[in-house]
């Protein structure tokens, strides 16, 4: 069937007469006007005529809708695309969740292989290392305690996994486990998810037998024994490495103790000093090796724990050779008799730098992107990198604390000598943006909003200028510790553990532009991100919540 030639519409204006012909209204006052030579009728007012417009056609209105419809679109389109770059950029933190739009339900759960049983005291401080998208959890540090009820004695067991466990956060599957012998230790880990690493370190097995195993992001091993020299111990190191560590020079005297800290002898003098050497976790080669020289120091921090019997013991005897190892991200903190010293994974002394030298052993803290602030007993910071080079110092000590990954890089968060509280935004020129003079601490330094404690409230600052826009506090959470905040660069989360372990929990949600209370949920464990995914540990062992 041929199809109808096309027409134009035909559209007729169409006015409402209510008067002769020729007369026109004014819009003002609706008297009439002269028109066509007509006199005009001012005692005889009219109504305004209302000019009616051309009906549109049923191809104009599609049209018009098709518009409409396609800006619609076009906005959901922008909004959804904003939407997912964000929640792509807060994956790539460990403060950074994907959404915390609504509250979270269990999506998984892994469980212990030894859970902490109903009645038992816990503390599950458990240590985490992020490799190539995995949460990997080491076994655990945690202590539990096994109460007899015939005879009230307690039995120490060890809650969370008994071999090394790597866990998908998105869905709850155990990508691997690698099994490890007696008195694991890995490195480099941390509380909170915020260390990543190319290969997990760990050492284990008898004093005498020590090995060094070193774990890829997909669980294969490199295994070899440590072979310790008389004195030698042997720790995991960050960047593949391992680190030994030995006493040189003469043995120093024996000092008694007793458990008040009163001490046969106030100070060690002379002491040992420390060799460390770092090698290849794998191949055992050897990257550097560096000196830490020993001070005199009060013998009750000398004190070694004996190998039986109860502790404390009437009078114990100190360890002058005791020498431990904690392995950071890009950083070796050594610590012992008369030894305290912070490396970087190049081996150079970093609490030794600037300033800080003259109230050494300085604080050390890991800034990320191989920066370091040292800050010793002194009033300033000095800001190194991984070769000892000063970047630039500040006048306070740099509070390093929770921040969104689409937080510009504009400010430092300073804490002044003069103040017990507060701290100051200082820019990296040194130039004080804005101070802040009640706050506890920061919980958040997001995008455009500083989120602060100041004790039993929460309060929203102005990243520019400091102002106040908001605060928020619950009289329920006063007995509670606030110890985390998240983010998905709308919403905080500020997670509330009970202080004694003998309650839940509870993660609460603010919006970061009004502080309006969005929803809470209950925890029974801390909580952490992982690549943009909340998980939560229990007393029964991991599960992810979304």
């Not at 401080?125 to 998208?133: A, L, R, S, T």
């Not at 691997?176 to 284990?204: I, K, Q």
């Not at 004790?455 to 600052?461: A, I, Y």
Request: proline residues 6%; negative net charge.
């Amino acid at each position: 069937m041929p199809r109808p030639a096309k027409q134009e519409s035909v559209v007729f204006d169409l006015v409402e007469e209510n008067g002769s012909d020729g007369d026109a209204y004014d819009d003002a006052n609706g008297t009439a006007h002269e028109v066509g030579g007509r006199p005009d009728v001012p005692d005889e007012p009219r109504p305004l005529l209302l000019v009616r417009l051309s009906r549109l056609s049923r191809r104009t209105w599609v049209l018009t809708a098709a518009v409409v419809a396609i800006g619609v679109v076009t906005v959901a389109a922008v909004d959804l695309v904003r939407d997912h770059r964000r929640a792509e950029l807060m994956r790539t933190s460990p403060v950074g969740v994907a959404s915390l739009a609504d509250p979270p339900a269990e999506t998984w759960a892994v469980r212990f292989d030894t859970p902490v049983e109903q009645g038992q005291d816990a503390s599950m401080n458990q240590q985490v290392v992020i490799m190539d998208g995995l949460l990997v959890v080491p076994p655990t540090t945690g202590r539990s305690y096994r109460v007899d009820p015939a005879s009230g004695v307690g039995e120490p067991v060890l809650p969370g996994f008994d071999e090394v466990v790597a866990i998908d956060p998105a869905e709850g599957g155990v990508a691997w486990r690698v099994p490890l012998g007696e008195d694991p230790t890995c490195g480099p880990t941390g509380y909170d998810a915020s260390t990543s690493t190319e290969v997990l370190v760990c050492v284990h097995g008898a004093d005498d037998a020590r090995e060094v195993v070193a774990i890829a992001p997909d669980g294969s091993t490199r295994s070899r024994p440590a072979e310790l020299a008389e004195g030698e111990h042997v720790f995991p190191g960050p960047d593949g490495t391992a680190v030994r560590t030995v006493r040189t020079g003469d043995p120093a005297g024996e000092v008694e103790c007793d458990v008040s800290g009163t001490c046969s002898s106030g100070y060690l003098v002379p002491g040992r000093d420390v060799r460390v050497t770092a090698e290849d976790a794998g191949t055992g080669a050897e990257r550097w090796t560096s000196t830490v020289e020993f001070d005199p120091m009060n013998s009750m921090n000398c004190q070694g724990t004996p190998d039986s019997g109860d502790w404390p013991t009437p009078e114990s005897a100190t360890d002058p050779d005791v020498v431990t190892v904690s392995a950071g991200s890009e950083t070796v903190v050594v610590d012992g008799c008369g030894v305290s010293a912070t490396l970087s994974a190049y081996g150079i002394r970093l609490d030794l730098v600037g300033d800080a030298s003259l109230t050494a052993p300085a604080w050390v803290t890991e800034l990320g992107s191989g920066r370091f602030a040292v800050q010793g007993e002194g009033l300033g910071t000095t800001v190194v990198d991984q070769a000892g080079n000063t970047l630039y110092t500040l006048d306070g000590w740099i509070r390093t604390d929770a921040t969104s990954p689409d937080a510009p890089a504009d400010l430092w968060f300073v804490q002044t000598a003069t103040d017990a509280w507060g701290f100051e935004a200082v820019r990296e020129d040194g130039s004080v943006a804005w101070s802040e003079r009640y706050g506890q601490s920061v919980l958040l330094a997001g995008r455009d909003v500083v989120v602060v404690n100041r004790g039993n409230r929460v309060v929203g600052l102005a990243r520019t200028t400091g102002a106040e826009l908001w605060s928020w506090g619950s009289d329920d959470l006063t007995e509670m510790i606030r110890s985390r905040a998240l983010t998905d660069g709308e919403t905080v989360a500020l997670e509330y553990l009970s202080r004694d372990g003998s309650s839940d929990g509870l993660l609460v949600t603010l919006d970061l532009d009004t502080g309006k209370q969005l929803w809470h949920m209950p925890l029974t464990g801390p909580v952490i991100a992982v690549g943009g995914h909340l998980v939560e540990f229990t007393r029964e062992g991991v599960r992810g919540l979304g």
